[in-house]
């Protein structure tokens, strides 16, 4: 199956660039580009591409509010956006993120991250940059009160287990083998955690788990 993709950067040489890169996959086609916020959300409604591939600084809307209007709070039908920029700063990784984004990658990480990225939010999960993961998940435990404090986390043993290994980055099938489950019961355990903390995706489930200081922060 072909993943469509619109690519939102206000550059024509960095769509191009990206165009060219996705388009060399066989299983990646470019449906749309926009070069600017609002456009790319029109273009979005309009295409319902499987990925948004959106970049933060935009003329008229930038990319982070371009992530809300497609995939943030109270969207009927969000849709799955990986934001792709140049900017490694925390306000645009925690912005994008809690936006509804299912991915951040930094345009130096290299092609094979970007096609990565698209690949995993159309699967239903979500890539962030190495360089940029543990320091933003560090800086919302220093930031953010936990918020099940006082109160017995809603997930099993197993489920809170899952949960630990997913905030490091482990993918379904680096967390399967470390807890010696089957891919398909790691599945089973992160649609249910997803359901009972009320988050859309891993990144959501991975920003709970640091928040509540689940993670070995040391």
């Known amino acids: 199956m072909t993943i469509s993709v619109l690519l939102a950067d206000d550059q024509a040489m960095i769509r191009r660039g990206l165009r060219l890169i996705l388009e060399d996959q066989p299983d990646i086609s470019v449906v749309g580009e926009a070069p600017d916020g609002a ?9 319902r591409p499987d990925v948004c591939l ?16 497609l995939a943030g709070p109270g969207v ?9 920029t140049t900017f490694d700063l925390d306000e645009y990784v925690y912005g994008a ?4 984004a299912v991915g951040f990658v930094l345009k130096d990480a290299g092609p094979a991250l970007l096609v990565e990225a698209v690949r995993a939010a159309h699967n239903g999960e979500a890539l962030v940059s190495p360089s940029v993961t543990v320091r933003l998940l560090r800086h919302l435990t220093a930031i953010s009160a936990p918020s099940g404090a006082g109160q017995s986390p809603p997930l099993s043993d197993r489920e809170l287990e899952v949960v630990r290994v997913l905030a490091r980055g482990r993918s379904n099938q680096e967390i399967a083998a470390e ?16 359901t009972k903390l009320g988050v859309r995706n891993r990144v959501g489930i991975a920003a709970w788990a640091w928040e509540n200081r689940l993670i070995d922060t040391r």
């Open 54 to 69: 959106v970049d933060i600084r935009m003329p008229r809307l930038d990319g982070i509010e371009v992530t809300r209007a």
């Open 97 to 100: 993120l809690r936006g509804g």
């Open 179 to 194: 807890l010696f489950i089957s891919l398909s019961t790691v599945k089973g355990h992160v649609s249910a955690v997803q």
């Open 76 to 84: 009927p039908a969000p849709m799955r956006v990986v934001v792709v």
């Open 39 to 47: 456009e790319a959300v029109a273009m979005a409604r309009r295409l």
